[in-house]
């Protein structure tokens, strides 16, 4: 199976701020690279597919880069809805497998 | 609008089994595949299961194959997973999803999963 790992497990950021998620893949995943949020006690939110495709309705603030084994998800100006776990999964090969979140909390 | 309900969770004893439903709504089912995922309490996401929109086509994880099984009834536009020799670390939240791409004869699972039910708690404890 393809191992997910992120960076970091937690941060703590302002409104405002610049936020980078890190994602990297135990083998190349090409573009097959999907980022979700999760809000406590909610199911996740798709927000970005093929790493760097902004899913229908998500903010543009939300953007994706990356190919091959490592990927970033980046908000741009983090407001107060955006404290959440940001999971990263590839979707290259099955079994589908998620890295282990990236808690974005207010500093 | 596009809906996804899951039911049939509860407790049950180790080794017991049960039955997980997601009734859908507000898109052609049998055109999407879908899939399960779980999250234990306090943990990350788990991809369990998935099955084409045909139905012809399925997958498991290793950690659950052999004793659960996946399906779907698309006259009920509902998916099913049957979940046997239930064991202690399977207790978790299990959410079905959607895939975002229709497509019939395989499991479409390349640009992720668009809608999530709310969840269905299973607890497998003695």
């Known amino acids: 199976d393809i191992q997910m790992t992120q960076s970091p497990s937690s941060l703590s950021a302002s409104v405002g701020d610049r936020v980078t998620i890190t994602c990297r893949a135990s083998?190349?995943?090409?573009?097959?690279l999907v980022w979700y949020q999760q809000k406590p006690g909610k199911a996740p939110n798709l927000l970005i597919y093929s790493a760097s495709s902004l899913q229908s309705g998500v903010s543009s603030r939300f953007s994706g880069s990356g190919s091959g084994t490592d990927f970033t998800l980046t908000i741009s100006s983090l407001q107060p809805e955006d404290f959440a776990t940001y999971y990263c999964q590839q979707s290259y090969i099955l079994p589908l497998t998620f890295g282990g979140g990236t808690k974005v909390e207010i500093k | 609008e596009v809906q996804l309900l899951e039911s049939g969770g509860g407790w049950v004893q180790p080794g017991g089994s049960l039955r997980l439903s997601c009734a859908t709504s507000?898109?052609?089912?049998?055109?999407?595949?879908m899939s399960w995922v779980r999250q234990a309490p306090g943990m990350g996401l788990e991809w369990v299961s998935g099955?084409?929109?045909?139905?012809?086509?399925?997958s498991y994880s290793d950690s659950v194959k052999g004793r659960f099984t996946i399906s779907r009834d698309d006259s009920k536009s509902t998916l099913y997973l049957q979940m046997d020799s239930l064991r202690d670390e399977d207790t978790a939240l299990y959410y079905c999803a959607k895939d975002l791409e229709p497509c019939s004869s395989a499991i479409c699972y390349e640009r992720g999963h668009d809608y999530w039910g709310q969840g269905s708690l299973v607890t497998v404890s003695s």
């Open positions: 507000g898109f052609s089912f049998s055109n999407y595949g």
């Open positions: 099955i084409s929109g045909s139905g012809t086509v399925t």
């Open positions: 083998q190349s995943i090409s573009r097959y």
